[in-house]
């Protein structure tokens, strides 16, 4: 049996065992049966995922943002058909995301120094053992043991070096930079990355940041051309550059860069970037911290308790089965009535950069495939 512990997993077992019991693809793997709440996230990643299409990238903005427009207005129809409720509720967070992307079309052709290469990408990366990095993780009946996830973007920059891009909506004030230095999530997608790529050194991370502001939260009612309106034509440049022209590279290792400056972070109008170079030691330690949690994860005799605490439980999607454990109540009939079990691999049809098993091992940007 191969055991599979996606990023989602991990972050569960880490912040309420219970909830990950619930939910994690080696437990009980249970999602709720119905979305109950927009994810404007989710809408922000599915438009940007557009955006940054790397076959799209030299196009003018003209064609571009009314495709990346549609994107997130069939991001939010999609989560409408599954949750129903009011059509003013949904309007509103058609406006509210709308409203922010304008922002941000306007801001990001002067601070994007990349090229894209890869959107809304899966990888599947054999976790090794650590006392012996040439074998892999085996768990408990002997199978193998596999690290998950899927990151918003993989991107060049001018040296040739590979970033690791994570798009963030943020509906409170901007997390310290010590959080994002210390962000385990993202700096395990960089080890994973060179993992499911064979050869890639991956430079680091870049986060970008869209904050809802206060206008957004009482949104008007933009018109189609307000909407659509772009700052600067992708293929031209701006304040020194749209960014790296070129979409495809035949490197897997990048030139040393004239900068050596560990963070470096712009904000303005509610928008962050923050790049943050990652040295090898650091995804290295980041790789081994994690086969230690995954060992956790897959020993038959772990203890499954709950760690309650008001910033997790209000969004949590379990608290009504948690509920009826605490309380010593029947449970069963709680989750057969309102969570199915979910396939191991999702399957996103339709989905930019959706496969169920990635490109392969040994794939390489800018060498086919």
């Given at each position: 049996?191969?055991?599979?512990?996606?990023?989602?997993?991990?972050?569960?077992?880490?912040?309420?065992?219970?909830?990950?019991?619930?939910?994690?693809?080696?437990?009980?793997?249970?999602?709720?049966?119905?979305?109950?709440?927009?994810?404007?996230?989710?809408?922000?990643?599915?438009?940007?995922?557009?955006?940054?299409?790397?076959?799209?990238?030299?196009?003018?903005?003209?064609?571009?943002?009314?495709?990346?427009?549609?994107?997130?207005d069939n991001s939010?129809?999609?989560?409408?058909?599954?949750?129903?409720?009011?059509?003013?509720?949904?309007?509103?967070?058609?406006?509210?995301?709308?409203?922010?992307?304008?922002?941000?079309?306007?801001?990001?052709?002067?601070?994007?120094?990349?090229?894209?290469?890869?959107?809304e990408t899966d990888?599947?990366?054999?976790?090794?053992?650590?006392?012996?990095?040439?074998?892999?993780?085996?768990?408990?009946?002997?199978?193998?043991?596999?690290?998950?996830?899927?990151?918003?973007?993989?991107?060049?920059?001018?040296?040739?070096?590979?970033?690791?891009?994570?798009?963030?909506?943020?509906?409170?004030?901007?997390?310290?930079?010590?959080?994002?230095?210390?962000?385990?999530?993202?700096?395990?997608?960089?080890?994973?990355?060179?993992?499911?790529?064979?050869?890639?050194?991956?430079?680091?991370?870049?986060?970008?940041?869209?904050?809802?502001?206060?206008?957004?939260?009482?949104?008007?009612?933009?018109?189609?051309?307000?909407?659509?309106?772009?700052?600067?034509?992708?293929?031209?440049?701006?304040?020194?550059?749209?960014?790296?022209?070129?979409?495809?590279?035949?490197?897997?290792?990048?030139?040393?860069?004239?900068?050596?400056?560990?963070?470096?972070?712009?904000?303005?109008?509610?928008?962050?970037?923050?790049?943050?170079?990652?040295?090898?030691?650091?995804?290295?330690?980041?790789?081994?911290?994690?086969?230690?949690?995954?060992?956790?994860?897959?020993?038959?005799?772990?203890?499954?308790?709950?760690?309650?605490?008001?910033?997790?439980?209000?969004?949590?999607?379990?608290?009504?089965?948690?509920?009826?454990?605490?309380?010593?109540?029947?449970?069963?009939?709680?989750?057969?009535?309102?969570?199915h079990h979910r396939?191991?691999?999702?399957?996103?049809?339709?989905?930019?950069?959706?496969?169920?098993?990635?490109?392969?091992?040994?794939?390489?940007?800018?060498?086919?495939?």
């Amino acid at each position: 049996m191969e055991y599979r512990v996606s990023a989602a997993d991990r972050a569960a077992f880490k912040r309420c065992r219970r909830q990950w019991d619930f939910s994690a693809t080696a437990r009980r793997c249970l999602s709720p049966v119905r979305q109950t709440t927009y994810d404007l996230d989710r809408a922000v990643r599915d438009a940007l995922a557009v955006y940054y299409f790397p076959g799209m990238w030299d196009w003018d903005a003209g064609i571009v943002l009314p495709l990346v427009s549609k994107a997130l207005d069939n991001s939010l129809g999609r989560q409408r058909a599954e949750i129903g409720g009011d059509p003013a509720d949904w309007q509103t967070a058609v406006d509210r995301t709308h409203l922010l992307l304008e922002r941000y079309f306007t801001w990001a052709p002067t601070v994007d120094r990349f090229s894209p290469i890869r959107v809304e990408t899966d990888f599947d990366a054999i976790v090794p053992d650590p006392n012996d990095p040439e074998r892999g993780l085996a768990g408990p009946d002997g199978g193998g043991i596999h690290y998950t996830g899927r990151i918003d973007l993989l991107a060049i920059d001018e040296y040739d070096r590979y970033w690791v891009v994570r798009h963030r909506l943020i509906d409170e004030p901007f997390p310290s930079t010590e959080q994002l230095v210390l962000d385990e999530d993202s700096v395990a997608a960089c080890w994973a990355w060179e993992r499911f790529y064979d050869g890639m050194e991956v430079a680091g991370t870049i986060y970008n940041e869209l904050a809802v502001q206060d206008d957004e939260r009482s949104p008007r009612n933009p018109s189609k051309s307000e909407r659509r309106r772009g700052g600067i034509p992708q293929h031209e440049p701006s304040g020194g550059g749209r960014g790296v022209s070129s979409p495809r590279r035949i490197y897997v290792k990048g030139r040393p860069a004239e900068t050596t400056d560990r963070i470096t972070q712009i904000e303005g109008n509610g928008l962050r970037r923050t790049t943050i170079r990652r040295n090898p030691a650091e995804i290295h330690t980041a790789g081994a911290q994690l086969a230690a949690e995954i060992l956790d994860m897959v020993r038959p005799d772990i203890r499954v308790y709950p760690n309650p605490a008001p910033a997790q439980c209000s969004t949590c999607a379990f608290v009504a089965p948690c509920l009826a454990v605490h309380e010593d109540r029947e449970v069963e009939q709680i989750l057969a009535a309102d969570y199915h079990h979910r396939p191991a691999i999702a399957i996103e049809r339709g989905r930019l950069g959706g496969t169920p098993f990635g490109v392969g091992r040994g794939w390489v940007p800018g060498r086919g495939g």
